[in-house]
């Protein structure tokens, strides 16, 4: 087992608003040892979509990927967004390295099924899909990845992957080289037992807690596929996951990070 990695997922509001992303990543560069950033850009690419005349579709919360949203999103994604948090991180000293799953063919998928709803191009991943031999070279070589949510199907065809997905199927795979831990970042400062009260942090969750937080609404909607993932993540060899503040980053390796997830 090689040293320690950390993964980490930045979403929500940090990554349209230029001021928090960019106080985000000065502590994101700061933490010490191997690391990966996995990030979206989903209000970038509405915006953007939007000035060309493409409508977006979503579902429940999830986007309806046609072709000209594709075109899009892969511009946005592994593009604008990827590129601009690559240049800050070189910035900050950070030596980061920008990839979509095609890159190095680290991360394939492949498109969605039909059922009741046509997803269009999104990629589902599955239990071989990432590389991990591709990115330990990246990451014995000094780089730090940073991952965008497209990826591939090896046939060219390029997909719309949810990104709290990705950062979950590569903490799994890379925990079998790597003591790994996955850091999901967003706005709030961590899991909430009021959605309201910002001061309501639950410090951890089991996984049976899980269900019982689950089943009383406390955890509901957006947030549940997010901890599913993580729990899925931990029961696969992942050490520790952690939910947190963006702009809090600086305490983790204090120890006094967001909300902590135990398998048990």
Same mark, same amino acid.
């Given at each position: 087992?090689?040293?320690?990695?950390?993964?980490? &997922?930045?979403?929500?509001?940090?990554?349209?608003?230029?001021? =928090?992303?960019?106080?985000?990543?000065?502590?994101?560069?700061? !933490?010490?040892?191997?690391?990966?950033?996995?990030?979206?850009?989903? &209000?970038?690419?509405? $915006?953007?979509?939007?000035?060309?005349?493409?409508?977006?579709?979503?579902? *429940?919360? $999830?986007?309806?990927?046609?072709?000209?949203? !594709?075109?899009?999103?892969?511009?946005?994604?592994?593009?604008?967004?990827?590129?601009?948090?690559?240049?800050?991180?070189?910035?900050?000293?950070?030596?980061?390295?920008?990839?979509?799953?095609?890159?190095? /063919?680290?991360?394939?998928?492949?498109?969605?099924?039909?059922?009741?709803? *046509?997803?269009?191009?999104?990629?589902?991943?599955?239990?071989?899909?990432?590389?991990?031999?591709?990115?330990?070279?990246?990451?014995?070589?000094?780089?730090?990845?940073?991952?965008?949510?497209?990826?591939?199907?090896?046939?060219?065809?390029?997909?719309?992957?949810?990104?709290?997905?990705?950062?979950?199927?590569?903490?799994?795979?890379?925990?079998?080289?790597?003591?790994?831990?996955?850091?999901?970042?967003?706005?709030?400062?961590?899991?909430?037992?009021?959605?309201?009260?910002? *001061?309501?942090?639950? @410090?951890?969750? &089991?996984?049976?807690?899980?269900? =019982?937080?689950?089943?009383? /609404?406390?955890?509901?909607?957006?947030?549940?596929?997010?901890?599913?993932?993580?729990?899925?993540?931990?029961?696969?060899?992942?050490?520790?996951?952690?939910?947190?503040?963006?702009?809090?980053?600086?305490?983790? @390796? =204090?120890?006094?990070?967001?909300?902590?997830? !135990?398998?048990?």
């Amino acid at each position: 087992m090689n040293s320690g990695l950390h993964i980490i &997922k930045i979403g929500g509001n940090v990554i349209d608003d230029d001021a =928090q992303l960019q106080r985000f990543l000065e502590q994101f560069s700061a !933490l010490r040892g191997k690391k990966i950033l996995v990030h979206g850009g989903g &209000k970038i690419a509405t $915006r953007i979509a939007a000035d060309l005349g493409i409508e977006a579709k979503l579902v *429940d919360g $999830r986007r309806i990927t046609n072709k000209p949203m !594709l075109d899009v999103v892969t511009m946005v994604y592994a593009g604008l967004t990827n590129k601009h948090v690559v240049s800050s991180l070189q910035k900050l000293g950070c030596d980061a390295l920008g990839l979509c799953g095609a890159d190095g /063919n680290t991360i394939k998928a492949i498109k969605r099924p039909v059922r009741e709803i *046509d997803y269009g191009y999104v990629g589902d991943i599955l239990v071989d899909s990432v590389n991990p031999h591709s990115i330990k070279k990246f990451l014995e070589a000094g780089f730090t990845p940073v991952f965008s949510a497209i990826t591939h199907n090896g046939l060219g065809q390029l997909l719309n992957t949810n990104a709290d997905t990705i950062a979950s199927a590569l903490a799994v795979s890379l925990a079998k080289i790597y003591e790994t831990k996955l850091i999901y970042c967003f706005e709030k400062d961590g899991v909430l037992r009021d959605v309201n009260d910002s *001061d309501s942090v639950i @410090q951890s969750i &089991k996984a049976d807690e899980f269900e =019982q937080l689950k089943a009383t /609404n406390v955890i509901y909607e957006g947030m549940i596929p997010k901890l599913e993932n993580a729990f899925e993540a931990l029961g696969k060899g992942v050490k520790n996951v952690y939910i947190g503040n963006a702009l809090n980053l600086y305490k983790y @390796q =204090q120890g006094e990070f967001g909300t902590c997830l !135990l398998s048990k």
